[in-house]
């Protein structure tokens, strides 16, 4: 939270996220009007340094500039997301038919599937104030999912359908009455396949229940992997730039073969480069999964899986890592594989890297 800057909402100019929230707990009942509590959950500040899908589906320039030169921005912008991601955490079922926050990683892109049935059918959530249903799918929307689609074939799954779940916060629609015939405010009601008031019978265009599940046709493969690689390759271009001169990678395994993973250290001209590509790097262009030998690493890349990135002077430390069986880990699974990286990286890399910082040679 520390390197997150804001612009203040009673007009302070650009602070830190810690002077926001210092300043909110100080006053009680702070100028801006968000409480305190409100503020701490908005200002998370959740560096994404991979590629992922929703930088492919947008500006690129702005994608760039949004993990190599952040600006400040407004609290309130964040509410929207703040508001899809508590929607997204209530709706996180899975049993035998569906699954839910299906990660996704794949050619240096990674993401987040927010529902795959199990015959492969593929749902996207999206919370929005307002459903105009002549207008959906909205924006990128379409090219997202398909661009979800694209990764979950590529990572071994079938698919068959697409669609996204549009959910309005404002809630349903409501009719007041037409000219000369006023009423309070009544939802629709379905009558005989149309929505209408059930109290004069009026059908308001783009009257809607609260939500609208709309259709996505499915991309040709040869389409969307052309799109998908074209914009990859655009935005890592910038990544180019940071000047590594070494580089080398290993893989490891805890000692009951359940976590795997590969490690890569980059190298780089200085400290700064380093921290660009922290900010920047993506898990298959610094540290692509290196299969091993035995039984037990050879499933390296082979199925869900994350990245952790980090900086040591000049240097990247980059890590792949992910079950055995590519599986997504619950949470006792997390902090398994959280301990195995600690442990792994602090008894090789920083070791290393210790005696060279002291030394000025590797380490014997």
């Known amino acids: 939270m520390n390197d997150l800057q804001v612009k203040c909402l009673a007009g302070k100019g650009v602070v830190t996220a810690q002077e926001c929230l210092d300043c909110s707990l100080r006053a009680g009942h702070p100028e801006c009007e968000y409480d305190y509590g409100l503020l701490a959950a908005l200002l998370k500040n959740e560096p994404r340094p991979e590629i992922h899908v929703t930088d492919l589906t947008d500006c690129l320039r702005r994608a760039w500039y949004a993990k190599k030169e952040p600006r400040p921005g407004w609290v309130h912008d964040r509410l929207a997301a703040y508001i899809g991601t508590l929607f997204h955490s209530s709706v996180e079922i899975t049993n035998d038919a569906t699954s839910s926050e299906v990660p996704l990683s794949y050619g240096g892109v990674v993401g987040t599937a927010d529902r795959v049935y199990a015959n492969g059918r593929v749902v996207d959530y999206k919370t929005t104030k307002y459903i105009y249903l002549d207008r959906l799918p909205y924006g990128s929307h379409s090219l997202q999912i398909n661009l979800y689609a694209h990764m979950l074939r590529k990572m071994g799954h079938k698919v068959t359908s697409l669609a996204i779940q549009y959910i309005a916060t404002t809630g349903p629609t409501t009719c007041t009455g037409r000219k000369g015939m006023k009423h309070a405010a009544m939802t629709l009601e379905r009558v005989n396949g149309v929505l209408m008031c059930p109290h004069c019978g009026s059908v308001p265009r783009n009257g809607h229940q609260g939500v609208a599940l709309v259709e996505v046709p499915m991309m040709p493969e040869y389409q969307i992997e052309a799109v998908f690689n074209e914009r990859r390759d655009a935005l890592q271009k910038a990544l180019k730039s940071a000047k590594c001169t070494q580089f080398v990678r290993a893989s490891f395994r805890d000692k009951e073969g359940v976590v795997i993973g590969t490690i890569g250290v980059a190298n780089l001209s200085s400290e700064a480069q380093a921290k660009k590509v922290a900010k920047a790097g993506s898990s298959s262009n610094y540290v692509k999964p290196l299969p091993g030998k035995d039984e037990v690493t050879k499933q390296l890349g082979s199925g ?55 030394t000025g040679s590797a380490l014997s």
């Not at 602090?346 to 210790?354: F, G, H, Q, R, S």
Request: aromatic letters at 10%; hydrophobic letters at 35%.
């Open 304 to 358: 869900a899986g994350g990245a952790k990135i980090s900086t040591y002077g000049h240097y990247a430390i980059l890590v792949w890592f992910q079950r055995k069986d590519g599986t997504k880990p619950d949470s006792k699974g997390s902090k398994r594989i959280s301990q195995a990286i600690v442990d792994i990286t602090k008894a090789t890399v920083y070791e290393a890297l210790d005696n060279r910082a002291l």
